[in-house]
C-alpha cells in the first residue's frame, strides 16, 4: 500500500460526462492491496464504466463479503453506498437491499474464495432468483487475504507458488452461473480493460441477474510459471468470442457493419450490446450451444472470454414475485398501515 | 547558454522545506553569486517553466508557478554565517592578471569564479562602491544596501582587488598594461531620451529615468513635484513611478505607448505600481512637453490604437481623436537605454557593428580580439542580472582556457547523474505527497509606512512556516520517471494509479496520431512523449510528461519495479581544473 493519499490535482482536460464529472469523481480511497494487484484493474474498470454511462454516484449500491477482491469497493465510487458483509454472504445481503429498495443499481464484488467457496450456496440461490444486480466474482485462483491457499477455482494441476500441485477439480464459474439461469455471463480479464470495461458496462445496463467472471492474477501468490490464472498464462491461452459495444439509449448507430458480423440486443432501458463476433460458431442466445463451446475450449486448455451468454427475454426477482414499483422508502404511512379493515380482508383470505 | 541558476532548483527548495538554509544558500551562491539580491529582484526567467503553473490549469482558479525566486530569499535571509565556506584567496596565485571594467554582477561573477583559482583579478568601476546597476538604480524599497553590502562583500573577499571611483577612458591604454584578459562587464548605462518639441526648453522638470533613479540612491534628489509622468513601459519605468511616490509625488501616472499586455514590465511589477495607487495610461504617444516659458506644465498626448497588417505585425496608428493633455511638474522618461562605448578606440582590433555595439561570440563572449570579453548588458544590451551572471560564469571559463592555451570554442560538458531515489517499498528520498496550496502571497510592510520612506523595503519575505508551505508546492522535477521495459508485465497498475493519466500502454504510432489517443491528450508539443517498446503484448509504453506529478504513484504500485524515481542531477562545469582539456 502506498502511504500518501492521490493526489487532487487531475489532468488540466480530463473528459466530463454528463454530470460534468470526471472518471476522477467516480474514485474511491488509495487502494491498500499488493502493487500490480489485478483487482485494482477491475476497480479502475468499474469507475470507468459508471462514469462512461453517466451514473450517478448516489444511486449504486456496491456490497461485497471478505477478501482482498471484497475489500475493493472501499477504493472506487466513493459517493456510493457500501455493504460490506461477511465471508461469502454478500448475496443475500445484496437480494435484501435490493427487496427493499429495487431503484439502486447493485454491484456485488466478490472473490472466487468468497463466492466458489464458503459463498458457494448463496451465489447459487441470488443468481437463480435472477436478482436485478452486477456480480463480479474477481478470480485469481487463490485466497489471497490468507496468504495464497488453493481455491474452488484453481485448476486441477496447477501449481502454488511453493510448487504444491493442486488435486482437486475446478469450478468453473460461468458455467455454474448458465446452468443456474444468469441472464448475461461474461468472462473477462483484469489485464484487458478494452474488453473489460464494455462487459462491466454491459453487465449494468443488463436487468436481470448479470454475472461476470473476471480472472484477476494474484501479484502475491498466484502469478508464477506453474499457475493458470497468471498474466502470462491468461494472456496465451485467452480466446475472445466477441467485442462488446455498448451504445446509450441517446448515441446513434452510426457505424455500419456487414449483416452477420455483429448483433444488436436491446436492453430494457434502451441501450444496445453490439456485439461483434470473433468466433463464427458461437452464439450467445443459445445456452445450451454456448455451454457445449466453454466445455471443448476448455477442455483444448482455452479460456474463453467476451460475452458468453445473454438472454433476450431476461426477468427479474421483483417480476417473479410480483411486487411493488416502489422502494419501500417512497411507501407512506397510508401504504404501509392499511389499517383494520385490510387486515380483516387479508386475514379472510386464509380462512 | 543556459541559466546556472535553473538546475538545482528542486534540490535547494527541499533543503529550504527541511530547513537547511545554510545548504540551500551555497547551492544558489555557487550557481548564481548573488541569492540575497535575485531573491528580491530577479526577473525570473524560471517561473514561466515552472511545471506547477502547467497542472494547476483546470484545478485551481489562478494556476500558478512556485515562488522560486522568493525562497531564494528565505534561504538567504535565514542562513547562519556562512563566510567559513566561502572560498579564500588563495595563498599562491598562478601569475595571470585580469582586468574587469564595471563592477557590476557580471564582472563580480567572473572575478569570483577566477580569484579563488589564482588569478589576480582587478576591478574598476567610476563609482566608489561595487555593484553596478544592482547598488545604482535598483531603488533601495526593493532592495536594502546591507543584502548588496553583504554579497558583493563576499566576491571582493575571495581575493579580488577592487578599484572605486577610477573610470577607464581608453581601451587602447588599458590594453597596453599587460593584462592576460580583459573583461567589459559595464552595462547599458545612458537612458534613451525623448526629442520632442518642448524638450529643450522645460529640460530642469525633465529627466532621464534611469540617471534620475541612480541620484535618488546615492541620495543627490531626495524629493520631486506633486503631479509626475512617467513615460515608458518597463520595469524602469515601474521603478521611476513608485520612487516618485515615496519623494512627495502625490498624482504619479504612467503613460505608455503600447497597450497594457505588451508592456515590457514584469506582471508583478506592475501590480505593484497599481497597488501603490499609480494609474498605467495605455495607447498614449507623447507628442509635445507644454510649458509655461520654461516652466513645465505638461504633456500632450495622442491617442493610438493597435492595428494587425496582414503579415500580422502590430502598428499604432492614431486613432483621429483629439489629443490629451495631461498637467504635470516633472517628467521621467524611461524609454529605454542605449549602448555608449566613447572609450574604446575603433581601431584597437574591437569590431563594432552598424548599431554601435561589439561584435561578440554568444558562447565564449570573446571580442574579435581574443584577449577582450563583453559580459552583462555591455554584451547584447540591458538585459537582467542573472543573464549578467550567467554571462560572467562563461567568460570566466573562456578566461581559463585562453590562459592555459585551450581552444576557447570547446566548452566543458555538465555532469550529469541519475540516482534511484527509493529507501523503501514506499518510501522515498524526498517527500512525495503533493500540496494542494496555492501559490503563496509574500507578506508586505504597511503602505502608510512603506511609502513614507524610500529606504524602507516593502516586501518582508516568507516567514518560515510559509516558506515551508510554499516549498511544498515544488514538484520535485529533478526527480523523473524512469521506465524499464523487461521488467514490465502490464498489469497497468501504474496507468490505473497516475492521477494525471500520464501514462498509456498502446499500439505502436507516429507521434501526431499516437498524442491524440493517449489516456489523456498530449497537448504540448514542447514536451517530448516518453515511449518505451518491446513489451510482451508487442505494445509501447507512452507516458506524457508534460503535467506529471513526480508524486512516484506509478512506482509505489509497480510490482516489479519497472517504473524508478530517479533524480537527475547536473552540474555546470565552472572555470578552474573540470573546464580544461585532460592532458
Ligand atoms: C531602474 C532599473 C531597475 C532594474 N531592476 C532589475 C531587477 O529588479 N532585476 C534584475 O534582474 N535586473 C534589474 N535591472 C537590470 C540590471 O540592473 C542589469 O541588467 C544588471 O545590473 C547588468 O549588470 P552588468 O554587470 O552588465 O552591469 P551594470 O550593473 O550595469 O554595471 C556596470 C558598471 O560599470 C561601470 N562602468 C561603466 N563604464 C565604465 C568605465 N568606462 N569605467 C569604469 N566603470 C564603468 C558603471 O558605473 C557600473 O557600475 C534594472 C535596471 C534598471 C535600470
Ligand atoms: C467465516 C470466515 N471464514 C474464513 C475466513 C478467512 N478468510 C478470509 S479471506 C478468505 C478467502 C478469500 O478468498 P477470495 O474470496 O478468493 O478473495 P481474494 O483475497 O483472493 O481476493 C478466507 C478464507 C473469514 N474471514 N471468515
Ligand atoms: S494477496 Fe493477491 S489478491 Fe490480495 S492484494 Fe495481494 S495480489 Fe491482490
Ligand atoms: S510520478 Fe507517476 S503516478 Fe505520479 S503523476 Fe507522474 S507518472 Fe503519474
Ligand atoms: S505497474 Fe509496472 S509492471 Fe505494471 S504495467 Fe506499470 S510498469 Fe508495467
Ligand atoms: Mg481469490
Same mark, same amino acid.
Given at each position: 500500500?502506498?502511504?500518501?493519499?492521490?493526489?487532487?490535482?487531475?489532468?488540466?482536460?480530463?473528459?466530463?460526462?454528463?454530470?460534468?464529472?470526471?472518471?476522477?469523481?467516480?474514485e474511491?480511497?488509495?487502494?491498500?492491496?499488493?502493487?500490480?494487484?489485478?483487482?485494482?484493474?477491475?476497480?479502475?474498470?468499474?469507475?470507468?464504466?459508471?462514469?462512461?454511462?453517466?451514473?450517478?454516484?448516489?444511486?449504486?449500491a456496491?456490497?461485497?463479503g471478505?477478501?482482498?477482491?471484497?475489500?475493493?469497493?472501499?477504493?472506487?465510487?466513493?459517493?456510493?453506498?457500501?455493504?460490506?458483509?461477511?465471508?461469502?454472504?454478500?448475496?443475500?445481503?445484496?437480494?435484501?437491499?435490493?427487496?427493499?429498495?429495487?431503484?439502486?443499481?447493485?454491484?456485488?464484488?466478490?472473490?472466487?474464495?468468497?463466492?466458489?467457496?464458503?459463498?458457494?450456496?448463496?451465489?447459487?440461490?441470488?443468481?437463480?432468483?435472477?436478482?436485478?444486480?452486477?456480480?463480479?466474482?474477481?478470480n485469481?485462483?487463490?485466497?489471497?487475504?490468507?496468504?495464497?491457499?488453493?481455491?474452488?477455482?484453481?485448476?486441477?494441476?496447477?501449481?502454488?507458488?511453493?510448487?504444491?500441485?493442486?488435486?482437486?477439480?475446478?469450478?468453473?464459474?460461468?458455467?455454474?452461473?448458465?446452468?443456474?439461469?444468469?441472464?448475461?455471463?461474461?468472462r473477462?480479464?483484469?489485464?484487458?480493460?478494452?474488453?473489460?470495461?464494455?462487459?462491466?458496462?454491459?453487465?449494468?445496463?443488463?436487468?436481470?441477474?448479470?454475472?461476470?467472471?473476471?480472472?484477476?492474477?494474484? =501479484?502475491?501468490?498466484?502469478?508464477?510459471?506453474?499457475?493458470?490464472?497468471?498474466?502470462?498464462?491468461?494472456?496465451?491461452?485467452?480466446?475472445?468470442?466477441?467485442?462488446?459495444?455498448?451504445?446509450?439509449?441517446?448515441?446513434?448507430?452510426?457505424?455500419?457493419?456487414?449483416?452477420?458480423?455483429?448483433?444488436?440486443?436491446?436492453?430494457?432501458?434502451?441501450?444496445?450490446?453490439?456485439?461483434?463476433?470473433?468466433?463464427?460458431?458461437?452464439?450467445?442466445?443459445?445456452?445450451?450451444?454456448?455451454?457445449?463451446?466453454?466445455?471443448?475450449?476448455?477442455?483444448?486448455?482455452?479460456i474463453?472470454?467476451g460475452?458468453?451468454?445473454?438472454?433476450?427475454?431476461?426477468?427479474?426477482?421483483?417480476?417473479?414475485?410480483?411486487?411493488?414499483?416502489?422502494?419501500?422508502?417512497?411507501?407512506?404511512?397510508k401504504?404501509?398501515?392499511?389499517?383494520?379493515?385490510?387486515?380483516?380482508?387479508?386475514?379472510?383470505?386464509?380462512? | 547558454?543556459?541559466?546556472s541558476?535553473t538546475?538545482?532548483?528542486p534540490?535547494?527548495?527541499?533543503?529550504?522545506?527541511?530547513?537547511?538554509?545554510?545548504?540551500?544558500?551555497?547551492?544558489?551562491?555557487?550557481?548564481?553569486?548573488?541569492?540575497?539580491?535575485?531573491?528580491?529582484?530577479?526577473?525570473?526567467?524560471?517561473?514561466?517553466?515552472?511545471?506547477?503553473?502547467r497542472?494547476?490549469d483546470?484545478?485551481?482558479?489562478?494556476?500558478?508557478?512556485?515562488?522560486?525566486c522568493?525562497?531564494?530569499?528565505?534561504?538567504?535571509?535565514?542562513?547562519?554565517?556562512?563566510?567559513?565556506?566561502?572560498?579564500?584567496?588563495?595563498?599562491?596565485?598562478?601569475?595571470?592578471?585580469?582586468?574587469?571594467?564595471?563592477a557590476?554582477?557580471?564582472?563580480?561573477?567572473?572575478?569570483?569564479?577566477?580569484?579563488?583559482?589564482?588569478?589576480?583579478?582587478?576591478?574598476?568601476?567610476?563609482?566608489?562602491?561595487?555593484?553596478?546597476?544592482?547598488?545604482?538604480?535598483?531603488?533601495?524599497?526593493?532592495?536594502?544596501?546591507?543584502?548588496?553590502?553583504?554579497?558583493?562583500?563576499?566576491?571582493?573577499?575571495?581575493?579580488?582587488?577592487?578599484?572605486?571611483?577610477v573610470? =577607464?577612458?581608453?581601451m587602447?591604454k588599458?590594453?597596453?598594461?599587460?593584462?592576460?584578459?580583459?573583461?567589459?562587464g559595464?552595462?547599458?548605462?545612458?537612458?534613451?531620451?525623448?526629442?520632442?518639441?518642448?524638450?529643450?526648453?522645460?529640460?530642469?522638470?525633465?529627466?532621464?529615468g534611469?540617471?534620475?533613479?541612480?541620484?535618488?540612491?546615492?541620495?543627490?534628489?531626495?524629493?520631486?513635484?506633486?503631479?509626475?509622468?512617467?513615460?515608458?513601459?518597463?520595469?524602469?519605468a515601474?521603478?521611476?513611478?513608485?520612487?516618485?511616490?515615496?519623494?512627495?509625488?502625490?498624482?504619479v501616472k504612467?503613460?505608455?505607448?503600447?497597450g497594457?499586455?505588451?508592456?515590457k514590465?514584469?506582471?508583478?511589477e506592475?501590480?505593484?505600481?497599481?497597488?501603490?495607487?499609480?494609474?498605467?495610461?495605455?495607447?498614449?504617444?507623447p507628442?509635445?512637453f507644454?510649458?509655461?516659458?520654461?516652466?513645465?506644465?505638461?504633456?500632450?498626448?495622442?491617442?493610438?490604437?493597435?492595428?494587425?497588417?496582414?503579415r500580422?505585425?502590430?502598428?499604432?496608428?492614431?486613432?483621429?481623436?483629439?489629443?490629451?493633455?495631461?498637467?504635470?511638474?516633472?517628467?521621467?522618461?524611461?524609454?529605454?537605454?542605449?549602448?555608449?562605448?566613447?572609450?574604446?578606440?575603433?581601431?584597437?582590433?574591437?569590431?563594432?557593428?552598424?548599431?554601435?555595439?561589439?561584435?561578440?561570440?554568444?558562447?565564449?563572449?570573446?571580442?574579435?580580439?581574443?584577449?577582450?570579453?563583453?559580459g552583462?548588458?555591455?554584451?547584447?544590451?540591458?538585459?537582467?542580472?542573472?543573464w549578467?551572471?550567467?554571462?560572467?560564469?562563461?567568460?570566466?571559463?573562456?578566461?581559463?582556457?585562453?590562459?592555459?592555451?585551450?581552444?576557447?570554442?570547446?566548452?566543458?560538458?555538465?555532469?550529469?547523474?541519475?540516482?534511484?531515489?527509493?529507501?523503501?517499498?514506499?518510501?522515498?528520498?524526498?517527500?512525495n505527497?503533493?500540496?494542494?496550496?496555492?501559490?503563496?502571497?509574500?507578506?508586505?510592510?504597511e503602505q502608510?509606512?512603506?511609502l513614507?520612506?524610500?529606504?524602507?523595503?516593502?516586501e518582508?519575505?516568507?516567514?518560515?512556516?510559509?516558506?515551508?508551505?510554499?516549498?511544498?508546492?515544488c514538484?520535485?522535477?529533478?526527480?523523473?520517471?524512469?521506465?524499464?521495459?523487461?521488467?514490465?508485465i502490464?498489469?497497468?497498475?501504474?496507468v490505473?494509479?497516475?492521477?494525471?493519466?500520464?501514462?498509456?500502454?498502446?499500439?505502436?504510432?507516429?507521434?501526431?496520431?499516437?498524442r491524440?489517443?493517449?489516456?489523456?491528450?498530449?497537448?504540448?508539443?514542447?514536451?517530448?512523449?516518453?515511449?518505451?517498446?518491446?513489451?510482451?503484448?508487442?505494445?509501447?509504453?507512452?507516458?506524457?510528461?508534460?503535467?506529471?506529478?513526480?508524486?512516484?504513484l506509478?512506482?509505489?504500485?509497480?510490482?516489479?519495479?519497472?517504473?524508478?524515481?530517479?533524480?537527475?542531477?547536473?552540474?555546470?562545469?565552472?572555470?578552474?581544473?573540470?573546464?580544461?582539456?585532460?592532458k
Amino acid at each position: 500500500m502506498t502511504y500518501i493519499s492521490k493526489p487532487k490535482l487531475r489532468h488540466p482536460h480530463l473528459k466530463t460526462n454528463k454530470f460534468g464529472f470526471t472518471h476522477r469523481d467516480y474514485e474511491g480511497a488509495v487502494s491498500t492491496l499488493c502493487a500490480g494487484c489485478g483487482h485494482d484493474s477491475i476497480s479502475a474498470a468499474i469507475i470507468q464504466a459508471c462514469f462512461e454511462l453517466d451514473l450517478p454516484p448516489h444511486r449504486i449500491a456496491k456490497l461485497s463479503g471478505i477478501g482482498c477482491s471484497s475489500k475493493t469497493p472501499t477504493y472506487f465510487l466513493g459517493n456510493s453506498h457500501g455493504f460490506n458483509s461477511v465471508h461469502g454472504r454478500m448475496p443475500s445481503v445484496l437480494t435484501g437491499a435490493n427487496l427493499a429498495n429495487r431503484d439502486l443499481i447493485y454491484l456485488g464484488i466478490s472473490g472466487d474464495g468468497d463466492s466458489a467457496s464458503i459463498g458457494l450456496g448463496q451465489f447459487a440461490h441470488s443468481l437463480r432468483r435472477g436478482v436485478n444486480m452486477v456480480y463480479i466474482v474477481e478470480n485469481n485462483g487463490v485466497y489471497g487475504l490468507t496468504k495464497g491457499q488453493f481455491s474452488a477455482t484453481s485448476d486441477r494441476g496447477s501449481k502454488s507458488k511453493k510448487g504444491a500441485t493442486n488435486r482437486d477439480s475446478a469450478i468453473d464459474m460461468v458455467m455454474l452461473a448458465m446452468e443456474l439461469g444468469a441472464t448475461y455471463v461474461a468472462r473477462g480479464f483484469s489485464g484487458d480493460k478494452a474488453q473489460l470495461v464494455p462487459l462491466i458496462k454491459g453487465a449494468i445496463v443488463h436487468r436481470g441477474a448479470a454475472f461476470i467472471d473476471c480472472i484477476s492474477p494474484c =501479484i502475491a501468490f498466484n502469478n508464477h510459471p506453474g499457475s493458470t490464472k497468471g498474466f502470462d498464462y491468461v494472456r496465451e491461452h485467452n480466446e475472445a468470442v466477441n467485442r462488446l459495444d455498448v451504445m446509450s439509449p441517446r448515441e446513434t448507430i452510426t457505424v455500419d457493419y456487414q449483416a452477420g458480423e455483429v448483433e444488436e440486443v436491446t436492453q430494457h432501458d434502451g441501450s444496445v450490446l453490439r456485439l461483434r463476433k470473433l468466433s463464427e460458431e458461437y452464439d450467445v442466445h443459445d445456452r445450451v450451444a454456448a455451454m457445449h463451446h466453454l466445455q471443448k475450449s476448455k477442455a483444448a486448455g482455452e479460456i474463453v472470454t467476451g460475452v458468453l451468454h445473454v438472454d433476450r427475454e431476461p426477468d427479474d426477482l421483483h417480476a417473479n414475485l410480483n411486487t411493488l414499483t416502489a422502494p419501500f422508502n417512497k411507501l407512506t404511512e397510508k401504504e404501509l398501515c392499511p389499517g383494520s379493515p385490510a387486515l380483516e380482508k387479508f386475514n379472510a383470505s386464509h380462512r | 547558454m543556459g541559466l546556472s541558476c535553473t538546475h538545482a532548483v528542486p534540490e535547494y527548495i527541499r533543503l529550504i522545506a527541511a530547513g537547511r538554509y545554510d545548504d540551500a544558500y551555497m547551492i544558489n551562491w555557487t550557481s548564481n553569486v548573488f541569492p540575497g539580491v535575485l531573491g528580491r529582484t530577479c526577473d525570473r526567467p524560471c517561473e514561466p517553466a515552472c511545471r506547477r503553473g502547467r497542472v494547476e490549469d483546470h484545478n485551481q482558479e489562478k494556476p500558478e508557478p512556485v515562488a522560486i525566486c522568493r525562497l531564494k530569499r528565505v534561504a538567504a535571509d535565514s542562513k547562519n554565517d556562512i563566510r567559513e565556506r566561502l572560498p579564500k584567496p588563495p595563498s599562491q596565485g598562478n601569475g595571470k592578471r585580469v582586468a574587469c571594467i564595471g563592477a557590476g554582477p557580471a564582472s563580480l561573477t567572473v572575478a569570483r569564479d577566477l580569484a579563488p583559482l589564482g588569478y589576480e583579478v582587478t576591478i574598476f568601476d567610476q563609482d566608489p562602491r561595487a555593484g553596478g546597476m544592482i547598488r545604482s538604480q535598483i531603488p533601495r524599497f526593493r532592495l536594502p544596501e546591507d543584502v548588496i553590502d553583504e554579497e558583493v562583500g563576499y566576491v571582493i573577499d575571495t581575493g579580488v582587488e577592487f578599484r572605486g571611483g577610477v573610470r =577607464i577612458n581608453s581601451m587602447a591604454k588599458l590594453l597596453g598594461e599587460g593584462f592576460d584578459a580583459i573583461f567589459v562587464g559595464t552595462g547599458a548605462p545612458r537612458g534613451r531620451d525623448l526629442d520632442l518639441p518642448g524638450r529643450k526648453e522645460a529640460a530642469k522638470n525633465i529627466h532621464i529615468g534611469i540617471d534620475w533613479l541612480s541620484s535618488v540612491s546615492f541620495g543627490h534628489i531626495d524629493k520631486v513635484g506633486k503631479r509626475v509622468i512617467v513615460l515608458g513601459g518597463g520595469n524602469t519605468a515601474m521603478d521611476c513611478c513608485r520612487t516618485a511616490r515615496r519623494l512627495g509625488g502625490e498624482d504619479v501616472k504612467v503613460v505608455v505607448r503600447s497597450g497594457f499586455e505588451e508592456m515590457k514590465a514584469s506582471p508583478w511589477e506592475k501590480e505593484d505600481a497599481m497597488h501603490e495607487g499609480i494609474p498605467i495610461l495605455n495607447f498614449l504617444v507623447p507628442k509635445e512637453f507644454v510649458h509655461d516659458d520654461g516652466k513645465l506644465t505638461g504633456v500632450v498626448f495622442e491617442k493610438v490604437q493597435a492595428v494587425y497588417d496582414a503579415r500580422g505585425r502590430r502598428q499604432l496608428v492614431p486613432t483621429g481623436d483629439p489629443d490629451e493633455h495631461f498637467e504635470c511638474d516633472d517628467v521621467l522618461v524611461a524609454v529605454g537605454q542605449e549602448n555608449a562605448f566613447s572609450w574604446i578606440e575603433r581601431d584597437c582590433g574591437i569590431e563594432f557593428n552598424d548599431w554601435g555595439m561589439p561584435v561578440v561570440d554568444e558562447t565564449t563572449l570573446q571580442s574579435s580580439l581574443p584577449g577582450v570579453l563583453f559580459g552583462g548588458d555591455a554584451a547584447f544590451g540591458p538585459k537582467n542580472i542573472i543573464w549578467a551572471v550567467a554571462h560572467g560564469h562563461e567568460a570566466a571559463i573562456s578566461i581559463d582556457r585562453l590562459c592555459h592555451d585551450e581552444d576557447t570554442a570547446d566548452r566543458p560538458p555538465p555532469l550529469v547523474n541519475l540516482v534511484s531515489q527509493k529507501m523503501g517499498i514506499h518510501e522515498w528520498t524526498y517527500d512525495n505527497d503533493i500540496s494542494n496550496d496555492l501559490r503563496h502571497k509574500v507578506p508586505l510592510r504597511e503602505q502608510k509606512i512603506a511609502l513614507k520612506n524610500i529606504n524602507v523595503e516593502v516586501e518582508l519575505g516568507f516567514d518560515q512556516k510559509l516558506a515551508f508551505d510554499e516549498a511544498q508546492r515544488c514538484l520535485n522535477c529533478d526527480v523523473q520517471t524512469v521506465f524499464s521495459s523487461p521488467l514490465c508485465i502490464e498489469c497497468d497498475a501504474c496507468v490505473d494509479i497516475c492521477p494525471m493519466d500520464c501514462i498509456t500502454f498502446t499500439e505502436d504510432g507516429e507521434e501526431e496520431e499516437l498524442r491524440g489517443r493517449l489516456n489523456a491528450p498530449a497537448e504540448n508539443p514542447l514536451q517530448d512523449l516518453y515511449v518505451a517498446g518491446a513489451l510482451k503484448t508487442g505494445r509501447i509504453m507512452v507516458k506524457d510528461e508534460d503535467v506529471c506529478l513526480h508524486c512516484g504513484l506509478c512506482a509505489e504500485r509497480c510490482p516489479t519495479g519497472a517504473w524508478d524515481m530517479r533524480k537527475f542531477l547536473l552540474h555546470m562545469t565552472p572555470a578552474g581544473q573540470g573546464c580544461r582539456d585532460r592532458k
